[in-house]
């Protein structure tokens, strides 16, 4: 009761805006679906608008232990349960081939967000937050990110603006760009699956290409693969910047200011692990009645339950984020995002080519 009475108010407020973003992203107007802006950015914006209306509403003390659990510990229960999503080996074995260009275009990614923070001068933090989003899965890879390297809610939001950005717009055009160059079904897949940042996108912009070329839903399986397979580079990226910034933390505990092991490495990531294991692990047992409901009914309710979760977390920290700020300081990270989002969609269509892909 003590739980509830403290962070009860934040917590609710959170769901009830992330139930109207899911409904939000549900709608279909003219043919053309707002599922390609997605629930957590509706929550963040909503969250953010509020935030500018009701000035004082994320310190009020009713609010704020709830927003705070919400942003923190609901995110990291999000990026726990996508992992039953994950059928390891159904990814990499389906996906394999794909794992030249992934790997290709997460290096030039956070090679080109390095490059960029030190020219533009762009906070640390965000540079790797736009770095990791624009590279492996958007806001998903920004979620697991943020609180291993101790993100602050406009660092997230600013990271999440600028991915949102260039998400609808490789979803609107790419579809025109891949069948003017003479894109395969099989290549724009992977141009899709590996060149576009958020899930959500990478959807509309297979499920475009199917329309156009009457391939029955084809390629959005497989740019959803490919995708998936993406994702799993979380799992490495995370750890490494946990082993960063503990490093750091053993610096500063030289100069006086000790920092726990045990606080900074991210211990949800392994849960990550643990569930995408469980997953894999189901789908090698005998086909039954439990398998199949695991497969068709557990794993779809726990993709709908982590998408809600990143929204409810997104809502608290849009509340928690001053609009006038973020727009302020918004210019070099766009940029920053620019440059990831081009360096990876050409480096996409380059390896495609030289591997004989397209």
């Not at 794992?99 to 533009?120: E, G």
């Not at 291993?148 to 809610?153: K, P």
């Not at 160059?181 to 099989?186: R, S, V």
């Not at 894999?280 to 199949?292: A, D, I, K, N």
């Amino acid at each position: 009761m003590t739980f509830v009475k403290k962070n009860g108010l934040g917590i609710l407020s959170c769901i009830i805006i992330a139930g109207i973003s899911t409904l939000l992203a549900g709608i279909n107007i003219g043919g053309f679906s707002f599922e390609i802006i997605g629930a957590p950015v509706f929550a963040i914006v909503i969250g953010m608008v509020i935030s500018l209306i009701f000035k004082n509403l994320s310190s009020d003390e009713k609010m704020k232990p709830g927003l705070t659990f919400t942003s923190k510990k609901i995110l990291q229960w999000a990026v726990i349960i996508l992992g039953f999503t994950l059928n390891i080996k159904t990814v990499l074995s389906v996906g394999g081939e794909s794992l030249p260009v992934i790997i290709s275009t997460i290096a030039v990614s956070l090679i080109m967000a390095f490059i960029m923070c030190k020219i533009l001068k762009v906070d640390k933090k965000v540079s790797i937050l736009v770095g990791v989003g624009s590279s492996i899965c958007g806001g998903s890879a920004i979620a697991a990110t943020a609180p291993v390297i101790d993100a602050d809610d406009e660092e997230i939001a600013q990271s999440i603006s600028v991915i949102f950005l260039f998400n609808v717009i490789a979803a609107l055009i790419f579809p025109t760009i891949g069948n003017a160059i003479g894109l395969t079904d099989n290549g724009f897949a992977l141009f899709a699956g590996t060149a576009v940042n958020d899930t959500s996108s990478v959807t509309a912009a297979a499920s475009a290409w199917d329309s156009m070329k009457n391939t029955d839903g084809l390629v959005l399986a497989q740019a959803t693969t490919v995708k998936l397979t993406r994702t799993l580079a979380i799992i490495p990226i995370t750890l490494v910047l946990a082993f960063i910034r503990t490093k750091q933390a053993k610096k500063q505990g030289r100069e006086g200011t000790k920092i726990s092991f045990k606080k900074i490495f991210p211990w949800f990531i392994l849960y990550f692990v643990a569930a995408s294991l469980i997953t894999t692990l189901v789908s090698l047992l005998p086909q039954s009645g439990f398998t199949t409901f695991y497969n068709e009914n557990f794993v779809h309710g726990a993709k709908w339950l982590a998408k809600f979760f990143i929204a409810m977390a997104m809502c608290a920290i849009g509340l928690n984020t001053n609009i006038v700020n973020l727009v302020k300081k918004g210019g070099k990270p766009i940029l920053m995002g620019l440059c990831c989002w081009i360096a990876i969609a050409a480096v996409s269509l380059v390896m495609q080519h030289v591997l004989g892909y397209w």
